[in-house]
């Protein structure tokens, strides 16, 4: 039997049953669509995260407190619940006085409840200075202003405040601007909201944040006088890996360090940052498509079922042609190619569903929400799904094919 009389003959056997060939396809549009979804939503989640990043420029360095780990990014000391106090504002001085250093913003962190009247949250706030919003991307306000240099040296007690927190703590009709809240029963005036559709970095929640001067943080509310972080916004004009080295040869000549491998802080770039975050999503989406992927598996399964049942109620049909010159490996050519048939127009079919799904959540979060998502649709994913719908026919169909390839003729023709 040539191949095109296979290919006719498969496609009428499986027309002949519309509702079982769609049926027995589910299973395959399911878990084809499963693994676009996923890995679509994992690329678009990689994409909104990295251009984020790369959002606040690509001249910031991140000193962190601490020995370098073996890694190429570490998290900080602090959140490893280790207190480590090298930086100091004899740092921020120092890296002031670098050609190669634009800005060094001291950063300390802390939580606590924030309450105005009867009205309260528990949320981070951070101290720092007022180039904090330049290097954060926080310095868009909905209202009201950030505050300044003035402000940090003379350590008033002026807050700004993320936009959910301002609805939490005052709600659509009072005016935020001037209330006084309290935290840690510290009192600050609010002089500015941030505005909702600005994206931050560091990890920063611009929705529920407070951010004041670094001098009222450390002595008022947290008592230290170090620092948990420092950014340092490099010289544009500097190639970053010089930048990184000269403020590395600068806190080592502060601390009195003669030995690199003996340094007490960590020196992370935004490549750092990317690379480990790339990474991360990454595995997560190849994690995700895996778990998916298992629902391909049950509808594999399914269709080989289905052919099993096919070769037994075809079983005179087979012994017929046996009869009038089929070979085995006619028959086997004939059962295994409806397999691949079925499970590749079920990858079709699933690439169109997964499609579909993918732009309603991309509409979805792009008209109904602030994030910024990314559409994405990546080629492998669809590459992939067509490859493992045709690996899967013949996976799951070779078993039932070889069954109706090897049965008797004479046997085939007795049976009712």
């Known amino acids: 039997m040539f191949l095109k009389d296979a290919f006719k003959?498969?496609?009428?056997?499986?027309?002949?049953?519309?509702?079982?060939?769609l049926l027995t396809m589910l299973g395959i549009v399911i878990g084809i669509a499963s693994v676009i979804v996923l890995m679509s939503i994992g690329q678009s989640a990689q994409d909104l995260i990295l251009n984020e990043v790369?959002?606040?420029?690509?001249?910031?360095?991140?000193?962190?407190?601490?020995?370098?780990?073996?890694?190429?990014?570490?998290?900080?000391?602090?959140?490893?619940?280790?207190?480590?106090?090298?930086?100091?504002?004899?740092?921020?001085?120092?890296l002031q006085r670098e050609p190669s250093v634009d800005l060094a913003v001291p950063e300390v962190r802390g939580q606590a409840e924030i309450v105005y009247g009867n009205n309260n949250a528990?949320?981070?706030?951070?101290?720092?200075?007022?180039?904090?919003?330049?290097?954060?991307?926080?310095?868009?306000?909905?209202?009201?202003?950030?505050?300044?240099?003035?402000?940090?040296?003379?350590?008033?007690?002026?807050?700004?405040?993320?936009?959910?927190?301002?609805?939490?703590?005052?709600?659509?009709?009072?005016?935020?601007?001037?209330?006084?809240?309290?935290?840690?029963?510290?009192?600050?005036?609010?002089?500015?909201?941030?505005?909702?559709?600005g994206t931050g970095a560091f990890?920063?929640?611009?929705?529920?944040?407070?951010?004041?001067?670094?001098?009222?943080?450390?002595?008022?509310?947290?008592?230290?006088?170090?620092?948990?972080?420092?950014?340092v916004q490099a010289n544009a004009d500097y190639n970053i890996d010089f930048a990184t080295s000269r403020i590395s040869f600068t806190l080592q000549h502060d601390h009195g360090i003669t030995d690199p491998n003996k340094d007490d802080f960590n020196i992370e770039t935004q490549a750092d940052i990317l690379s480990l975050l790339g990474n991360i999503t990454s595995i997560l989406t190849l994690f995700l498509a895996a778990i998916a992927s298992i629902s391909l598996v049950v509808g594999g399964i399914g269709i080989m079922n289905i052919m099993l049942v096919s070769v037994t109620e075809r079983t005179r049909e087979i012994g017929l042609r046996k009869a009038v010159g089929a070979t085995n490996n006619d028959i086997l050519?004939?059962?295994?190619?409806?397999?691949?048939?079925?499970?590749?127009?079920?990858?079709?079919?699933?690439?169109?569903?997964?499609?579909?799904?993918?732009?309603?959540?991309?509409?979805?979060?792009?008209?109904?929400?602030?994030?910024?998502?990314?559409?994405?649709?990546?080629?492998?994913?669809v590459i992939l799904g067509l490859v493992v719908s045709g690996?899967?026919?013949?996976?799951?169909?070779?078993?039932?094919?070889?069954q109706a390839a090897h049965k008797n003729p004479i046997d085939a023709l007795r049976y009712e």
Do not use: C
């Not at 127009?345 to 990314?374: C, E, M, P, Q």
């Open 9 to 21: 003959t498969s496609t009428r056997s499986l027309l002949h049953g519309k509702m079982r060939s």
């Open 54 to 94: 790369q959002g606040i420029g690509s001249n910031l360095i991140i000193i962190m407190p601490g020995a370098p780990s073996n890694g190429k990014f570490s998290a900080p000391a602090s959140a490893q619940g280790i207190v480590i106090t090298s930086l100091q504002q004899q740092d921020i001085d120092a």
């Open 122 to 197: 528990t949320v981070s706030y951070v101290g720092s200075t007022a180039d904090f919003f330049a290097v954060s991307n926080l310095a868009k306000v909905s209202e009201g202003q950030i505050f300044t240099k003035s402000d940090v040296d003379s350590a008033n007690h002026v807050v700004v405040i993320g936009p959910t927190l301002a609805q939490t703590l005052f709600g659509p009709n009072i005016d935020p601007i001037n209330k006084t809240i309290r935290v840690k029963d510290v009192s600050f005036r609010v002089i500015g909201v941030l505005d909702k559709s």
């Open 203 to 231: 990890g920063i929640d611009i929705g529920n944040i407070v951010i004041m001067p670094v001098t009222v943080a450390q002595k008022q509310l947290l008592g230290i006088t170090y620092f948990n972080v420092i950014i």
């Open 333 to 381: 050519q004939q059962f295994l190619i409806e397999s691949v048939l079925l499970t590749f127009a079920g990858g079709v079919v699933g690439i169109a569903v997964g499609a579909a799904i993918v732009g309603l959540v991309y509409v979805v979060l792009a008209n109904f929400t602030t994030i910024g998502w990314v559409f994405a649709f990546p080629l492998s994913a």
């Open 391 to 402: 690996v899967a026919g013949i996976a799951f169909g070779i078993y039932p094919a070889n």
